[in-house]
């Protein structure tokens, strides 16, 4: 059981292109995150989903934009990146996003505009 | 003021000796808490998880919890130069009917010296 893997691992990005950042779970849960980490400022929360099929904003949605079609993928898009979104990007899972529920985190993605 | 407040450190101790680390929370309602790991350019993992006044131990770790004076602390004791990490608070709140977000501090940094 793989948990949840992220693609690219990381990545250097022209401002103004386009790009998706992979998520996938096989842990069959319901609740999905995207988190930004900055130095400084923590982990922020970009978007989530409840479950396949809806989506919904966070803390810092600006600029980003999710899908959930299935159980287990979640990718996040930058429409036209900015330096600003140079950060550490984090997938996350838990099983139904209840109080009690451990979020359960990807590697990560480094990503670089410049 | 933060929803989740952290001294981002580094707190550093000797070998051995028991590390204190202090979280604490605006919001009176917050029912559980959890601590998480995260070693450098790692994704955080599940540490503890608290949701009752007073102590819960898990090996080396104590997490306690103080409702009343809004504070949270990991305490580790016979503290590893593997312990070495950065220690994340997080705070479950409310985004939708029966769903959560998880609200993170910026983390303390440990330094264990050998």
């Known amino acids: 059981i793989a948990g949840i893997t992220q693609a690219p691992t990381s990545q250097i990005l022209a401002a103004g292109r386009r790009m998706t950042l992979r998520c996938t779970q096989d842990?069959?849960?319901?609740?999905m995150y995207w988190y930004r980490q900055d130095l400084g400022l923590g982990l922020r929360l970009i978007h989530y989903?409840?479950?396949?099929?809806?989506?919904g904003k966070g803390e810092v949605p600006d600029g980003y934009s999710v899908s959930r079609a299935n159980t287990d993928d979640f990718p996040l898009t930058l429409a036209s990146a900015v330096p600003s979104q140079t950060s550490v990007y984090f997938c996350?899972?838990?099983?139904?996003?209840?109080?009690?529920?451990?979020?359960?985190f990807g590697p990560g993605t480094r990503l670089t505009v410049l | 003021q933060k929803e989740v407040e952290q001294n981002s450190g580094p707190l550093s101790v000797p070998e051995g000796a028991i590390a204190s680390l202090n979280c604490t929370y605006s919001?009176?309602?917050?029912?559980?808490f959890f601590w998480y790991r995260q070693y450098s350019g790692k994704s955080p993992e599940l540490i503890m998880f608290?949701?009752?006044?007073g102590d819960k131990e898990d090996g080396r770790f104590t997490a306690q919890l103080n409702k009343a004076s809004q504070y949270v602390s990991l305490l580790i004791r016979d503290s590893q130069p593997s312990d070495s990490a950065t220690y994340l608070c997080?705070?479950?709140?409310?985004?939708?009917?029966?769903?959560?977000?998880?609200?993170f501090g910026t983390g303390t940094r440990l330094l264990v010296s050998p």
């Open positions: 996350a899972s838990s099983e139904f996003g209840a109080a009690t529920d451990t979020q359960y």
């Open positions: 842990m069959r849960h319901n609740a």
């Open positions: 989903s409840n479950t396949a099929g809806t989506t």
């Open positions: 919001d009176r309602g917050s029912q559980s």
């Open positions: 608290i949701y009752s006044n």
């Open positions: 997080a705070a479950p709140r409310g985004l939708n009917t029966g769903f959560q977000k998880l609200v």
